[in-house]
């Protein structure tokens, strides 16, 4: 997880990820974001699906979500200081705790349908909540 140090949500522990670049399909941007944002190169990946929200202007904007796998036996010391911010290990029980009020509120609540279900979802996030479709 990151702990962001600039906004959008400044502060809050949140998955490593950032924009797709122009001529880059999503799958290309989430393995180049995770490479940039941590220097790990991601082998194995999952398309879990799309978060979509309206902005406070009424237009619409969302992400792709993803999740990978690295090996039993990969080392990667933390926490780390990186320039987006820090990066630590979390574990999957200290994520989905709902006392934990550090992470961001979408991911709390669109990160246990992805860790529990299988498939690629559509989460609609909207007045602080989450749908799934």
Known sequence: MLNREKA???GVWNGVGGKVERN????QGALREVFEETGIRVEAFYSKGTVTWETNNGELDGIYVYLYEID???TYDTP??????????????W???PQNLG???MVAQYLP??????G?????YKDGHITVS
Do not use: C, Q, Y
């Open 8 to 10: 959008p949500i400044m």
């Open 80 to 93: 780390l200081k990186t320039r987006e911010g820090i990066l630590e290990w979390k574990s999957i029980d």
């Open 103 to 105: 992470i961001a509120g």
């Open 24 to 27: 880059e399909s999503p799958d």
């Open 120 to 124: 690629i979802h559509s989460f609609t």
């Open 113 to 118: 349908v992805l860790l529990t279900e299988k």
């Open 72 to 74: 039993e036996h990969f």
């Open 95 to 97: 994520i989905l705790n």
